[in-house]
């Protein structure tokens, strides 16, 4: 295993935490495919609470049952027993599935998009592009995700997350949490074929557009 391989590090960023001191009093495993710049790490998070909760408070959290590999796929994935903690500053992208939610009714979570607006989406985070919908308050850019915030990851639905041309996700993930700091770009796209939607000729109808929703 290299050592030090998280190149990116806080200033400030806490110590690793050992198994036996995790902070979080209580917690519950949570399956998790984490992307830094390099590697690819899937494992188990022990977090107490909702994951988005969780990473955004930029603590280490506790993992275990990790394996890795190069993000290029050069090599398949290998155990790594020594990464025992990750801080998730070094996360650009987290993809997770239904288990990493709190369980809700289907009125909470109608509830929880209540005044907010969905754009679709593509996010560039190199070398990553996650394509997918973000839900955000009436007024608010999609642009302004590149604007620093108390919140460091953004959640995406029905998501996926390309390397390249080659896609990283599959069936069982459920959204993608991504790191703001990592954020180069923002698109409005369409979800079907990830471009950008096209103009149509001739002038405007009337009503509002995708492209005045946020105005």
């Given at each position: 295993?290299?050592?030090d391989?998280?190149k990116?590090k806080?200033?400030?960023?806490?110590?690793s935490?050992?198994?036996?001191e995790?902070?979080q009093?209580?917690?519950?495993p949570?399956?998790?495919e984490?992307l830094t710049?390099?590697?690819?790490l899937?494992?188990?998070?022990?977090i107490?609470?909702?994951?988005?909760?969780?990473?955004?408070?930029r603590?280490?959290?506790?993992?275990?049952?990790?394996r890795?590999?190069?993000?290029?796929?050069?090599?398949?994935?290998?155990?790594?027993?020594?990464?025992?903690s990750?801080d998730?500053?070094?996360l650009?992208?987290?993809m997770?599935?239904?288990a990493?939610?709190?369980i809700?009714?289907?009125?909470?979570?109608?509830?929880?998009?209540?005044?907010k607006?969905?754009?679709?989406?593509?996010l560039?985070a190199?070398?990553?592009?996650?394509?997918?919908?973000?839900?955000?308050?009436?007024?608010?850019?999609?642009?302004?995700?590149?604007d620093?915030?108390?919140?460091?990851f953004?959640p995406?639905?029905?998501?996926?997350?390309l390397?390249?041309?080659?896609?990283?996700?599959?069936?069982?993930?459920d959204?993608?949490?991504?790191?703001?700091f990592y954020?180069?770009g923002?698109?409005?796209?369409?979800?079907?074929t990830g471009?950008?939607h096209?103009?149509?000729p001739?002038a405007?109808?009337?009503?509002?557009?995708?492209?005045?929703?946020?105005?």
């Amino acid at each position: 295993m290299p050592f030090d391989f998280l190149k990116r590090k806080r200033a400030d960023a806490a110590p690793s935490l050992s198994p036996t001191e995790n902070p979080q009093g209580d917690s519950r495993p949570v399956r998790f495919e984490g992307l830094t710049e390099e590697w690819r790490l899937v494992g188990t998070m022990h977090i107490a609470g909702r994951l988005s909760d969780v990473i955004n408070r930029r603590e280490p959290i506790e993992i275990s049952d990790v394996r890795w590999m190069p993000i290029d796929g050069s090599t398949p994935l290998e155990d790594a027993p020594g990464l025992r903690s990750v801080d998730p500053y070094d996360l650009v992208v987290i993809m997770t599935d239904e288990a990493s939610l709190p369980i809700l009714t289907d009125e909470q979570r109608a509830a929880n998009r209540v005044h907010k607006v969905s754009y679709d989406v593509a996010l560039e985070a190199p070398p990553y592009r996650i394509i997918g919908t973000v839900f955000l308050h009436p007024g608010s850019d999609p642009e302004r995700l590149l604007d620093r915030a108390t919140e460091m990851f953004v959640p995406v639905v029905d998501a996926r997350c390309l390397v390249g041309d080659r896609a990283l996700t599959d069936d069982s993930v459920d959204a993608i949490l991504v790191n703001r700091f990592y954020l180069r770009g923002v698109d409005q796209v369409d979800l079907r074929t990830g471009e950008p939607h096209q103009k149509l000729p001739g002038a405007p109808l009337g009503g509002v557009s995708w492209q005045d929703r946020s105005r």
